[in-house]
């Protein structure tokens, strides 16, 4: 079966950091791009981060450019969100999700595997 | 404010059609294919259809994607209650480099 699987949520103050962990399976991890997206309480969804199948192209949402850092360990089949300076607009559900990505002759981006996620809250 | 514009709620009764719109511009829509998911309440998003109107399999063929122009728009045929959910159109914006949704559509069988 093709999954992953968040963790590492929690609740954590202003300022501060948290690292987001994805565990995938059940399909060859480094053959695939990764991307987190994230939801607010009641709000619809947001594009965080996106890393492709050997980490040497990343590209983040402006809103959290220089403050969260997106990487992979492909022996680990492992996807990471490294998150910093924390504010409180960044209390959500965050999912791992699969990439498909290419060029057709344009370039596309969908997601085609979703995790259920892991929640971040961020208070003091 | 989402750059891709879609309608907060739509309706029908069971048994009918609805559509969901989906509407970008030239930097998105207009030059990018177009994904649209599903999520039910309290569940992970689920790809619905990629490609502006592929289906991945195990998608029934009530569910349909369109593009013209800078908009989409998502069919769903022979409602059902169990497709009451939110739905939300994606894509690539290459002025901003970024994947995109739209602000996402609440779908009630009535």
């Known amino acids: 079966e093709v999954l992953v699987v968040e963790s590492g949520g929690g609740v954590i103050r202003p300022g501060g950091s948290l690292r987001l962990s994805c565990a995938a399976s059940?399909?060859?991890?480094?053959?695939?791009?990764m991307s987190w997206v994230r939801q607010a309480p009641g709000k619809g969804l947001e594009w965080v981060s996106t890393?492709?199948?050997?980490?040497?192209?990343?590209a983040y949402a402006e809103s959290v450019k220089g403050r969260f850092t997106i990487s992979r360990d492909n022996a680990k089949n492992s996807l990471y969100l490294q998150m910093s300076s924390l504010r409180a607009e960044d209390t959500a559900f965050y999912h791992c999700?699969?990439?498909?990505?290419?060029?057709?002759?344009?370039?596309?981006?969908?997601?085609?595997?979703w995790g259920k996620g892991t929640t971040v809250t961020v208070s003091s | 404010q989402s750059v891709l514009t879609q309608p907060p709620s739509v309706s029908a009764a069971p048994g009918q059609k609805v559509t969901i719109s989906c509407s970008g511009s030239?930097?998105?829509?207009?030059?990018?294919?177009v994904s649209w998911y599903q999520q039910l309440p309290g569940t992970a998003p689920k790809l619905l259809i990629y490609?502006?109107?592929s289906r991945p399999s195990g998608i029934p063929d009530r569910f349909s994607g369109s593009k013209s122009g800078t908009s989409a728009t998502l069919g769903i045929t022979g409602l059902q209650t169990g497709d009451e959910a939110d739905y939300y159109c994606?894509?690539?914006?290459?002025?901003?480099?970024?994947?995109?949704f739209g602000g996402g559509t609440k779908l009630t069988v009535l």
């Open positions: 999700a699969r990439g498909i990505a290419g060029f057709n002759p344009h370039y596309y981006y969908y997601m085609d595997v």
């Open positions: 059940g399909f060859t991890f480094d053959d695939f791009d």
């Open positions: 890393i492709n199948w050997n980490g040497g192209s990343t």
């Open positions: 030239s930097s998105n829509i207009g030059y990018h294919y």
């Open positions: 490609d502006n109107n």
């Open positions: 994606g894509t690539w914006d290459s002025s901003l480099n970024a994947v995109l």
